[in-house]
């Protein structure tokens, strides 16, 4: 399967503890982007990166929260301390740089806080 | 950021066209119209996009007001795989490339 996975696919922990997920675009894009899902709502953008660029990140992102994609490739969202408010769908997309490309969604990673 | 407006909700029976409305307009003349859906418990999926002429393709066609300002996903036979929520975003061409998802239309489909 060549197209964008997440790790893990779920998540439970503990209020005020530190998450990392991970996520591997399809190898030739080159863009980036986390999203943030909740039950009913559509996706929230979040950041984008361009090669290893963090090129835009959303009010949403609090300084709790910090994305990076070192070497261009894969990307890591960590969220410090959560929050129960922090529970939600956390959804990655690649693309190509051309304007008019489509997006290709992983499966996601459903943050549990408790 | 544009923003667009879709009904929450429609239902179609199996087998026949769907036709879910999109109202864009604050389009700017460079945007993309994208059209994404989302099965329960998945990632969103593109569906089809366009710019200013009509578009086909596998999954669906999509027509594009002549103003731009508004936009129809056409399912031309609806089959209960189809039903997911379906999103319709403005995609800039310069400065962010985000895309920007509303709340979409829960299409649901009747056998």
């Known amino acids: 399967d060549t197209g964008v996975s997440q790790d893990p696919r779920h998540k439970i922990t503990k209020r005020g503890q530190n998450v990392t997920f991970r996520c591997d675009p399809i190898?030739?894009?080159?863009?980036l982007y986390w999203y943030r899902q909740t039950l009913g709502q559509g996706p929230e953008f979040l950041t984008y990166f361009q090669n290893e660029a963090q090129l835009e990140k959303s009010r949403l992102l609090s300084d709790r929260f910090s994305a990076e994609r070192p070497k261009g490739s894969f990307s890591t969202l960590e969220i410090q301390r959560t929050e129960q408010g922090d529970s939600a769908m956390y959804l990655c997309?690649?693309?190509?740089?051309?304007?008019?490309?489509?997006?290709?969604f992983g499966q996601g990673t459903r943050l549990t806080v408790v | 950021d544009a923003k667009t407006t879709q009904p929450n909700s429609m239902e179609s029976n199996e087998e026949e066209p769907v036709h879910l409305p999109c109202n864009h307009s604050?389009?700017?003349?460079?945007?993309?119209i994208h059209w994404y859906r989302q099965l329960p418990s998945q990632g969103p999926e593109y569906v089809i996009h366009?710019?200013?002429s009509n578009v086909n393709n596998r999954m669906a066609s999509l027509a594009i007001a002549e103003d731009r300002k508004s936009s129809t996903l056409i399912l031309h036979r609806a089959t209960l795989r189809d039903a997911a929520v379906y999103y319709c975003?403005?995609?800039?061409?310069?400065?962010?490339?985000?895309?920007?998802f509303g709340t979409g239309t829960r299409l649901k489909v009747l056998a």
């Open positions: 190898s030739e894009h080159n863009r």
């Open positions: 604050t389009i700017s003349g460079t945007d993309y």
């Open positions: 975003i403005l995609r800039a061409t310069s400065g962010t490339y985000k895309y920007i």
């Open positions: 366009g710019l200013t």
């Open positions: 997309a690649s693309s190509l740089e051309a304007p008019n490309a489509e997006a290709f």
